[in-house]
Structures are given as C-alpha cells and as structure tokens.
C-alpha cells in the first residue's frame, strides 16, 4: 500500500525521531547500569533512588523539556538540533569516564536535561512536517525507534554482562556515538515552514507562555496530561515487576531480566510498526485506545488470580507490551502535536512533557515504599490506574479525520 510520503520525508522523519532513541537508549542504559554502579562505587537504595529521580526519565528530562519546548516557539524548531546533541554527547561521555557517584549524578542529569530539549524540538517537526493524512504513521516511527533505543542496551547488557564495571562505559559509549552521527545528520534539516509562516505573520511575536492557560488550551492539557501522566505512572512501576516475576518462576538472574524486559520492547515496538502505524490515520485514535486498554489491563488479570509462573510472566508482558504500542504514549505524542497552535506547540509539548517525567521522578521516590503493599495488590493498582488512563482517553479523545494542523 502506498504510504503518501517520500523517501526523503522518511529520511527526516527518523533523524528528528531519532530524539526518541537516545531518551529510551539513556533510560534503559541506566536501568541496566545502576546494579553494577552500586557494587562499584558502594551507594545504597537512597542514593540508587536519587539517581532514578534526577535521570533521563523523570526530573532532569522534564526540566529539559520545560526550557527546550519554550525555546522551539521563540527561536525556532532548528535551534535546537544545532546544540543539545552535543550537551548529550558530553553528559553521556562524563558517565562513560566517571570515577565516583556524584559524576554519576551530574552525567545522568545532564544526559536527562538534553533528551528532555530534544523531545518537543522533534515531535513538534515530525507534526508540522508529515503530509496530514499519514501524520500519524509517520509520527509512530518515532515510538518505534523508542522501543529499539531500549531494546539495545538490554541486547548489549545480555551479551557483556560478563564485563562487570565496563557494561556501563560501554553502553553510554555507544549512546555517545549514535548522539554525535545523529547530531551530524541533522545539520542539513531546515526550519519547519510551518513554523517560519506562522512567525512571519506574527511579525516576530510568539505566543507568550501564559497563553497556555488560557480556558481553550487547559482542556487539552489537561486531558493529555491526565491520560498519559497516569499511565506513565504504571510504565515507571513496571521495572520494579521483574525481580519478583523472574523470583516466582525460579530466574532471578540478570541476563533473564534483560531478556524478559526485551520482550515486552520488542512486542510494543512490534504493534507499533504492524498495527498502530497501518490503522491510526483510517480509524483513528479512540478505537485504537479501546483495544489498547484492553489488552494491558488483561495483561494484569492473570497476576491478580494465579500465581506467578512462566505463563502469567509471559501473558502479562506480551498483552501489556502490544497494548502499549497503540496506546497512550504513541496517542500522546500525535494529539499533543494536533491540538495547540504552532506558536505555542512546543511549549505545550515541553510543559507536558516536563510536568509528566517530574512527576514520575517524585512518584519513584516513593516506589520502594508502594512496592511493600505486596505484589499482587500493586498488580490491581496497576490495572486501576491503566483503565482509569484508558477511560479519561477514550471519552475525550480528539475528532481527528486528517485535518491540516491549522483547523
């Protein structure tokens, strides 16, 4: 079937999704990492904590996300690209050669700090780029290459674990090298038109923040906020999962972890490319997010009744992995593009984005303390909260039928 974009188009497309990437690749990589960084350099739960609030996924990316959406509407969607890979490059690098916790600290935050810039920066160009009838499609290989910039690390963690204190240095090593070839790929991307248009018949005026808040603007924050706040809530928790599942079916070993987690990637990124990419511009998002939900509260249901085995841990990671690629992240990221004007698109997209990833960094302070309810309690949290995300969704998903993003 005739997709409706060029090669070129593709081209752009995957070097701005690409901010996708190396923010999975980041999050992954130091999941992998921190086991090993605290038999190095001797730091406690306290400190693995703070290093998981302060990360690529919680605060320092929202931070990241707060100033680096803001600065697409004033100065443009390019600006960006021209610095923060190489901030990435340099915090990736300073973990790669750090010699003690607090380097560990400064690295992951300033790592966190860029992702968190590049996020809106790109989105915001995949939206106003892709040909209205295949937005969506094009804006799924964004979540696709997510998945894949987790699934790596975790490949590389099952085949080097062996290397014990270097697994790190490589793994951030290899995320220093694909950030400096993407930073040099997207030197030859140009300024998006439709923001250029739109600033000129501004007459250089942009939209001021406050303008965000104004009534028609907080529903849609709000909506996408709630929706996918939450159930980024429950992909924050997910990881505290494994080491009981991989206890009660008799594995607790790394490289099983790894691998069980790779499946669960590999599944979303699976249902993103085979299912949401073909079907979200026909059907639309709401029908997309009923199945979605569906399946990853169907995914929890066997936890809540059975106890844990081979077959639960599989059913569960594979309905919750396919139901989360055609679900809230992948919907987010196209009606946080869709509805907001282009003067204001990016700093909707970073403020939602920050609010989102510093509310995961508070809410994994205080995993270790949710995680004492027992497991099959937080497993019926967990589907609370992932039909609770489902419903806000499905009841006030936007009316989408490949509209220009003016309309």
Avoid at 207 to 232: C, P, T
Wanted: proline fraction near 3%.
């Amino acid at each position: 079937m005739e997709s409706g974009a060029t090669r070129e188009q593709w081209r752009k497309t995957g070097l701005a999704a690409m901010a996708n990437y190396i923010d999975a690749g980041s999050i992954v990589a130091g999941a992998v990492s921190l086991p090993l960084w605290a038999e190095q350099f001797g730091f406690g739960d306290d400190f693995v904590s703070l290093l998981g609030a302060m990360s690529s996924n919680a605060i320092s990316a929202g931070i990241g996300a707060l100033i680096g959406g803001r600065i697409c509407d004033l100065y443009g969607r390019k600006k960006i690209y021209q610095y923060d890979l190489l901030l990435y490059a340099f915090g990736a690098l300073w973990i790669v050669f750090a010699q003690a916790p607090w380097m560990l600290l400064f690295g992951y935050f300033i790592v966190g700090l860029t992702v968190g810039a590049d996020v809106p920066a790109s989105w915001t160009l995949i939206t106003e780029t892709a040909p209205k009838a295949i937005r969506g499609r094009l804006a799924g290989l964004a979540q696709v290459l997510w998945y894949v910039g987790a699934i790596a690390p975790l490949v590389l963690g099952i085949a080097l674990l062996d290397l014990g204190e270097w697994l790190p240095r490589i793994l951030f090593a290899q995320l220093f090298v694909v950030a400096m070839i993407t930073w040099a790929l997207r030197q030859g991307m140009v300024e998006s038109e439709l923001w250029a248009k739109a600033q000129e018949q501004a007459q250089g005026a942009t939209g001021a923040f406050r303008e965000l808040f104004r009534k028609r603007y907080v529903r849609a924050l709000s909506f996408l906020i709630l929706m996918y706040g939450v159930w980024n809530l429950v992909a924050g928790t997910y990881g505290f999962f494994f080491p009981y599942i991989l206890d009660a079916v008799g594995d607790t070993g790394d490289r099983a972890n790894y691998a069980l987690q790779a499946i669960w990637f590999l599944s979303t990124a699976l249902a993103v490319g085979t299912i949401y990419m073909p079907l979200i511009d026909r059907v639309g998002g709401r029908r997309l997010l009923v199945w979605a939900t569906l399946l990853q509260v169907a995914g929890f249901i066997p936890f809540v009744f059975f106890d844990v085995s081979f077959l639960t841990a599989l059913i569960n990671v594979v309905l919750f992995g396919i139901g989360a690629g055609i679900g809230q992240q992948s919907l987010f990221q196209l009606w946080s593009g869709e509805l907001f004007p282009t003067l204001l698109r990016s700093s909707a997209q970073g403020f939602m984005f920050g609010v989102v990833r510093v509310a995961l960094g508070g809410w994994s302070l205080l995993l270790p303390t949710v995680q004492e309810a027992g497991f099959r309690t937080l497993a019926i949290v967990l589907a609370l909260m992932l039909i609770v995300s489902g419903v806000i969704g499905i009841l006030f998903a936007p009316d989408r039928a490949a509209r220009e993003l003016h309309d």
